[in-house]
């Protein structure tokens, strides 16, 4: 019954560090349930640790997306003609897609050279934080939010132009099969430090921005050199018996393992033995509580799905300022839309998706104030998945950075994030710009 994990397990120590795993002939079914009942039998089907869930048989999901190893393609098919269920094949070989995802190679010392046609290895991403430091020494230094569970850093950098602003957080790649959260996130820092839109070079000045690409390096090594994404391919690197990893985002201490994560360490929503139980959540936590009091805005980087979400994930009841967050929200996403159409869903994180709790806005939201907290579910809606094309990388990261732009605008007209500092930093460009303007 565990052919999957198992082949997986014993190829990874086969092949450790030799050879990455193939996904040849793997098969994505995106499935159409039309019953409550049909969705019962998902769920049932989802605990056969074979098939990985792509997205989760919840009653309000249009389709659910499920993988298949070629060994086990027939007895899916056979369920899904025992019981009647609409389906069809959205890839018939994983792997061909996972091919497509070039990985680029960066050149160091050159921060130019990092583009939105690739993804990148870690190694890359951390080298290019150090080359900005280097770049921008009077703007950029390099934080440290932690470290993981393999003993590496959870590098990140502060963007700054006069101390004691409000800050901005932003933190990505805590699934580490979601390839294109830290590229969106790198895409933040890159416009932040060079672009020449006024929107763009205010939103830089008026505030601290403390932003972390990637806040699981393990597992995005993981995905990188070992296996690209079984369903165990989101979680850290922590070993439980034979069993691998911790779902982060499952893992903070706030309602945690009160709804949609698990306590058996098979799973990929294991939450750990206890809240903050991992190296990764219990650091960046402290990191974040030391400046807890002065972020203003808080942004997590997930895919995909295109959704816009708002704490809780605990209860659909609106809580705290939840109508003017998803307010903001709202018209931000409608900004977001400007460029390519591409939609979102906004709304909190029960209502939208499913009860999920122990994440990371969750606890931000209820632990430490934040009034403005927001999690990006990036795209697409299903057709590529985790498995975003390159050719979509810029569009999705250009249309994100107008999305977070919009955020500021709207959150401001709706009385946050006007801080003093801030405040000041606009009118004395605004001087400054009149000033060049009447010499
Ligand atoms: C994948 O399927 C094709 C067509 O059925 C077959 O020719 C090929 O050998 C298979 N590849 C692997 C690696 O199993
Ligand atoms: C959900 O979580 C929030 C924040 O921790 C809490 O205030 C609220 O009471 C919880 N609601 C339910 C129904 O458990
Ligand atoms: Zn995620």
């Known amino acids: 019954m565990k052919f999957l994990k198992l082949s997986i397990f014993l190829l990874s120590v086969i092949l450790v560090k030799c050879e990455k795993f193939r996904f040849d002939n793997y098969t994505l079914y995106k499935i159409f349930p039309e019953s409550e009942i049909q969705v019962k039998l998902l769920e049932n089907l989802q605990n056969d640790i074979r098939f990985d869930f792509w997205t989760d048989p919840v009653p309000s999901a249009e389709f659910v997306l499920v993988m298949s190893s070629p060994a086990d393609t027939n007895e899916l098919v056979t369920f899904l003609e025992t019981n009647n269920m609409k389906s069809e094949i959205t890839m018939s070989n994983v792997q061909e897609h996972i091919d497509k995802q070039t990985v680029k190679q960066y050149t160091r010392s ?116 070992s296996v690209r994404l079984s369903d165990k391919d989101s979680k850290n690197r922590r070993p439980f018996g034979s069993e691998f990893g911790v779902d982060l985002n499952r893992n903070w201490n706030n309602n945690w ?115 403005l907290v927001y999690c990006y579910e990036l795209r697409d809606r299903g057709a590529f998945g985790f498995l975003l094309p390159t050719y979509q990388i810029l569009p999705n990261n250009e249309e994100t950075m107008d999305s977070v732009l919009e955020i500021i605008h709207q959150a401001k007209r709706f009385g946050y994030m006007n801080s003093s500092a801030g405040l000041t930093g606009s009118i004395v460009m605004m001087f400054g710009l009149m000033l060049a303007y009447f010499l």
């Open 110 to 225: 050159n921060v130019r050279s990092m583009t939105w046609d690739a993804y990148y290895t870690l190694d890359d991403i951390y080298a290019w934080l150090d080359d900005l430091v280097t770049a921008y020494p009077d703007i950029v230094t390099e934080i440290i939010g932690g470290g993981s569970y393999e003993g590496r850093e959870i590098k990140g950098i502060k963007i700054s132009h006069g101390s004691g602003k409000r800050i901005i957080f932003v933190e990505g790649g805590i699934h580490s099969r979601e390839w294109i959260s830290p590229s969106s996130v790198c895409y933040i820092i890159s416009e932040l430090l060079t672009s020449e839109d006024p929107e763009t070079m205010v939103a830089a000045r008026d505030y601290d921005w403390y932003i972390f690409p990637v806040t699981n390096p393990d597992g995005y090594i993981w995905t990188h050199e």
């Open 257 to 371: 393992l009160v709804a949609g994560a698990s306590a058996n360490p098979a799973t990929d929503t294991y939450a750990g033995p206890g809240p903050f139980s991992e190296p990764e959540t219990r650091s960046l936590s402290n990191y974040i509580s030391s400046i807890g009091d002065q972020i203003d805005l808080y942004l997590s980087f997930h895919s995909f799905s295109q959704m816009l979400l708002v704490p809780y994930g605990n209860t659909t009841e609106h809580l705290d300022n939840y109508y003017d967050v998803v307010n903001i929200g709202r018209r931000a996403m409608g900004a977001l839309s400007v460029r390519y159409q591409t939609q979102y869903v906004t709304g909190n994180i029960a209502e939208t998706i499913y009860h999920a709790t122990g994440g990371s806005v969750d606890w931000v939201k209820g632990h430490l104030r934040v009034p």
